[in-house]
C-alpha cells in the first residue's frame, strides 16, 4: 500500500529542470508532496484531489493521473534551496478517515 | 506561523526504560498524526486522531507502544519498555480535513536513542 516513487535518487546544476514520479497500486483520492531538509521536519508542498487541477509552489507543480494513479512532482529551473528528499504521501479512495501513507523518498542534491 | 510543538526534542533512555513523547498541535486542526522515520523504513505511520478519537493504530507495535489524545492541546505516543529498535525520529502532524485541500504541519520531531 506504500506509493512507488523514483527516482531514489537525482542530482542536478542549478538551472536544471527534474521530475519526481509516484505511483500507487491503489485507487487513490488524494497526493500530497513534502519536501523534507536534512535534520528537519517535512514541509507541505502541495496537494492534489481526485477531480482537481494541476497545483503549483513557486517554480514547483505537480499534476495528477487519476486513471493511472500516479502523480508527477516538476521542479523547474532549479535552485540550490530545493535540495531535499521529497515525499510523496497518498491518501485511498476513499476510505472514511485521511489516512496518509507516505512513498520511500526521492533525494535531490541540486549543485552550483 | 502556528507551529507544532513536539517535546522532548532529543532522547536517550537505556533498554526497557519507558519513554513518552508529546505533542501540541496547532490549534483548531482535528487531525493528529504520529509517524516514525528510520534510514531504512521511511516514514511510517504509527497511529492518528480524528476530533481525539483513535481512529487506525494498525502501524503500532500494541505490545509496547500506545498513543493517546486527553485533549485537544495534548497528544502522547509512549513506548513501554523500549528496545534498541525504537531508536528513529518520531514525528507529530496535525492539519484539517485533507479534503478541504490541505496538507499537514509537522513537529521537529523527537530523536529517540535507546542504548
Known amino acids: 500500500q506504500q506509493p512507488v516513487q523514483s527516482p531514489q535518487a537525482v542530482i542536478l546544476r542549478e538551472g536544471e529542470d527534474a521530475v519526481i514520479n509516484c505511483s500507487s497500486s491503489k485507487a487513490l483520492y488524494s497526493v500530497h508532496w513534502y519536501r523534507q531538509k536534512h535534520g528537519e521536519a517535512p514541509v507541505f508542498l502541495m496537494i492534489l484531489l481526485k477531480g482537481g487541477e494541476q497545483m503549483r509552489h513557486e517554480k514547483i507543480s505537480a499534476s495528477f493521473n487519476e486513471k493511472k494513479q500516479q502523480s508527477s512532482l516538476y521542479l523547474t529551473a532549479s535552485q540550490l534551496s530545493y535540495s531535499g528528499t521529497y515525499f510523496c504521501?497518498?491518501?485511498?479512495?476513499?476510505?472514511?478517515?485521511?489516512?496518509?501513507?507516505f512513498g520511500p523518498g526521492t533525494s535531490l542534491s541540486v549543485i552550483p | 506561523d502556528a507551529r507544532v510543538t513536539q517535546t522532548p526534542r532529543h532522547k536517550v533512555t537505556e533498554m526497557g526504560q519507558e519513554v513518552t513523547m508529546r505533542c501540541q498541535p496547532i490549534?483548531?486542526?482535528?487531525?493528529v498524526f504520529w509517524y516514525r522515520q528510520t534510514m531504512m523504513q521511511g516514514l511510517e505511520l504509527l497511529a492518528y486522531f480524528r476530533n481525539r478519537a483513535p481512529l487506525d493504530d494498525s502501524g503500532m507495535p500494541k505490545d509496547r507502544f500506545s498513543a493517546e489524545m486527553p485533549d485537544a492541546t495534548l497528544a502522547t505516543l509512549k513506548i513501554q519498555p523500549s528496545e534498541p529498535r525504537d531508536s528513529a525520529v518520531y514525528f507529530c502532524a496535525s492539519g484539517l480535513v485533507v479534503g478541504q485541500g490541505r496538507g499537514y504541519t509537522f513537529g521537529s520531531g523527537t530523536r529517540l536513542t535507546v542504548v
Open positions: 504521501g497518498t491518501e485511498m479512495m476513499k476510505t472514511s478517515y485521511d489516512k496518509v501513507i
Open positions: 490549534l483548531g486542526h482535528n487531525t
